[in-house]
T-cell receptor, first 119, second 109 residues
């Protein structure tokens, strides 16, 4: 199988602090990792796409200085929410595309999500 | 362990009806989601079921049986644009999402 993990699963922090969320592909190498935010109406909003060793590509309207993404290796990407505020409270989900040929290469494997609550 | 099963691939004809099944075994249950994902795009939300029964939304319907750990997504009057992957995900007792691998639906004229 292709397993993606996220850590932490939930975090509560004070307004103004920074929070780092890790996304790991456990049994495969990921060429590309994606970060999503799930809104109350259950839709997923793509925040950014990150490729190992290069800068992330942010979607329109997503502040790159606020949501720092680092894709340091083929198995790890991190999302840091800097100076978090209550409106940043949400469910953040990552996914990874495996480094492989054929149809499997286009499949995204989703992590379990990280619930962030900013007080 | 926690597990979501759905078929890897299905093929259907334009104008027909197709049912995509999803069975799950999770530690607790806080709802089941269906998402549609076209190649190269972000998933889009289709439905959310937390109570047993059928939820109808236009051409798409989703059914849930919690006692059987079973859901299906029903697509009617299939159109070529419905060709996509359909993802089933269950939120467990810790409010974590357990994802199925997705079902690739191929629509033929």
């Amino acid at each position: 199988g292709a397993v993606v993990s996220q850590h932490p699963s939930r975090v509560i922090c004070k307004s103004g602090t920074s929070v780092k969320i890790e996304c790991r592909s456990l049994d495969f190498q990921a060429t590309t990792m994606f970060w999503y935010r799930q809104f109350p109406k259950k839709s997923l909003m793509l925040m950014a796409t990150s490729n190992e060793g290069s800068k992330a590509t942010y979607e329109q309207g997503v502040e790159k200085d606020k949501f720092l993404i680092n894709h340091a290796s083929l198995t790890l990407s991190t999302l840091t929410v800097t100076s978090a505020h209550p409106e940043d409270s949400s469910f953040y989900i990552c996914s990874a595309k495996r480094l492989a040929g054929g149809e499997l290469q286009e499949t995204q494997y989703f992590g379990p999500g990280t619930r962030l609550l900013v007080l | 362990g926690q597990n979501i099963d759905q078929p890897t691939e299905m093929t259907a004809t334009e104008g027909a009806i197709v049912q995509i099944n999803c069975t799950y075994q999770t530690s607790g249950f806080n709802g089941l989601f269906w998402y549609q994902q076209h190649a190269g795009e972000a998933p889009t939300f289709l439905s959310y079921n937390v109570l047993d029964g059928l939820e109808e939304k236009g051409r798409f319907s989703s059914f849930l049986s919690r006692s059987k750990g079973y859901s299906y997504l029903l697509l009617k009057e299939l159109q070529m644009k419905d060709s996509a992957s359909y993802l089933c995900a269950v939120m467990d007792s810790n409010y974590q999402l357990i994802w199925g691998a997705g079902t690739k639906l191929i629509i033929k004229p």
